[in-house]
């Protein structure tokens, strides 16, 4: 017999069906969170919001910083400063 041979169980490119299942009830949990969310933003305060949006932020944009043409354009940016009075 050869090492690594399959007998039985699922075929080879096969999905889960509990992981289907499972991740099909957390992304309507997310929908759901998403949507409250985006209802009640407003009673955050900016500290909060800005809290927010750093921690969603590298999940939308790319993780590879500014390309290297564009560098003379970054350094250009303002730097914006937050304090504690809204």
């Known amino acids: ?14 999905g889960n069906k509990i ?3 499972l991740k099909e009830v957390l992304n309507e949990y997310c929908l ?8 009640n933003i407003e009673r955050l305060t900016l500290h909060e919001r800005i809290i927010l ?3 969603v932020l590298p999940f939308i944009l ?3 910083g500014v390309p290297e043409a564009n560098m003379a ?6 730097v914006i400063i937050f304090s504690n009075k809204e």
Request: glycine share 8%; proline share 8%; net charge positive.
């Open 1 to 14: 017999m050869p090492k690594n041979a399959k007998y039985g169980g699922r075929q080879r490119g096969t």
């Open 19 to 21: 992981s289907a299942e």
């Open 32 to 39: 759901n969170e998403f949507q409250y969310l985006n209802a």
């Open 53 to 55: 949006f750093t921690k």
């Open 62 to 64: 790319p993780k590879n």
């Open 73 to 78: 354009e970054a350094a250009k940016v303002p």
